[in-house]
């Protein structure tokens, strides 16, 4: 069930960038987005993402019709630096092996070499251990890993599922597939007066009859950042989980899982100027243990009979290794 909302169309207030003046170096803010600059770089009027990491983005060096090429569309995905393109080089020039498939040295590298990439993903939002880091194709399938797996394994007729009308379809479709074959209900949270999700509203539709609220951290058209921690301990006080979708912020600001206490959290790399075809699922170990899996073969098991199977622990358990 969905109970449907009427959609205005929003506008969009650019945001204009500040300069702080503390006795540091200077701060460029830009929306959400800090960096440091060079006293004299913000003197000189220059100082700009841009400028500074241009040279580190190959496709950029090139013209369109007479012009230098400028690309503003990183919100859909982000072009890749140098630096990513050679580490892709390298692992199909030195150690392309199918991961945890094998025990020769070309396996064992590349096997490592991942293991050590979810340990950097850990890092980076500061999950409590690289095991909450599942890795999936992308954000999408990472909400659908959720959805399948711990949705249709938890809802039950009548429980609600809250969401606001800013969601990227992928984070609402899945959902609606759910409700259908759980008989869960989708509330929807509309836009107040500055047409981003209305926060207030959010809270009092949270309810006991709330089980999961999924909202974004930041919004890939409107810009907004709504109060996660808030909207967590909202949630978390009615028994709710939490999903995030954090395409838009991981690449753009400091994500502290532990610090925001959410109970799932997904991005993609192809938004923060990683490659395609591969994105991650935070999720709480408590939650992704008590998770059955999403997909069958791969690494994902454990022993296989003729009939029957036992699985691995997670992150193997939800996602197929394998390039089978």
């Not at 006293?39 to 700009?48: I, M, P, Q, R, Y």
């Not at 690289?130 to 007729?157: C, D, H, M, Q």
């Not at 991650?280 to 296989?304: H, R, T, Y």
Request: hydrophobic residues 40%; glycine residues 6%; contains cysteine.
């Amino acid at each position: 069930m969905m109970e449907g909302v009427v959609v205005s169309l929003p506008s969009f207030p650019f945001l204009k960038p500040t300069i702080s003046t503390s006795r540091s170096s200077p701060t460029l803010r830009l929306g959400f987005r800090r960096f440091s600059a060079s006293l004299s770089a913000v003197k000189g009027g220059s100082v700009s993402l841009g400028h500074l990491t241009q040279p580190d983005f190959p496709i950029l060096h090139q013209k369109v019709n007479g012009s230098k090429l400028v690309y503003l569309d990183n919100a859909a995905t982000s072009q890749k630096p140098t630096a990513v393109l050679k580490a892709l080089n390298t692992y199909y020039e030195a150690y392309n092996s199918n991961v945890h498939r094998g025990i020769h040295y070309l396996s064992a590298k590349a096997t490592d070499e991942y293991e050590l990439a979810r340990k950097k993903v850990a890092a980076f939002i500061n999950a409590s251990d690289s095991t909450e880091i599942v890795f999936t194709r992308n954000a999408t399938e990472s909400i659908n890993l959720v959805a399948y797996s711990w949705g249709l394994s938890n809802l039950k007729p009548g429980d609600e599922i809250v969401l606001t009308i800013a969601e990227h379809h992928s984070a609402i479709v899945p959902w609606q597939i759910v409700a259908q074959k759980t008989g869960a209900v989708l509330k929807f949270v509309s836009l107040d007066e500055n047409e981003v999700a209305d926060v207030e509203k959010l809270r009092e539709m949270i309810s006991t009859r709330t089980e999961l609220v999924v909202v974004h951290h930041v919004s890939n058209v409107l810009g907004s950042v709504l109060p996660i921690e808030d909207i967590v301990i909202w949630a978390h006080e009615v028994g709710a989980k939490v999903l995030v979708d954090a395409c838009q912020s991981v690449p753009h600001m400091v994500v502290d899982v532990q610090g925001l206490d959410a109970d799932f959290l997904v991005a993609s790399s192809h938004k923060m100027c990683g490659p395609t075809g591969i994105g991650f699922l935070f999720g709480k170990s408590n939650l992704l243990s008590a998770m059955p899996p999403f997909l069958g073969g791969g690494e994902m098991i454990s022993d296989v009979f003729l009939d029957h199977s036992t699985y691995a622990e997670p992150p193997s358990r939800l996602v197929i290794l394998s390039s089978s």
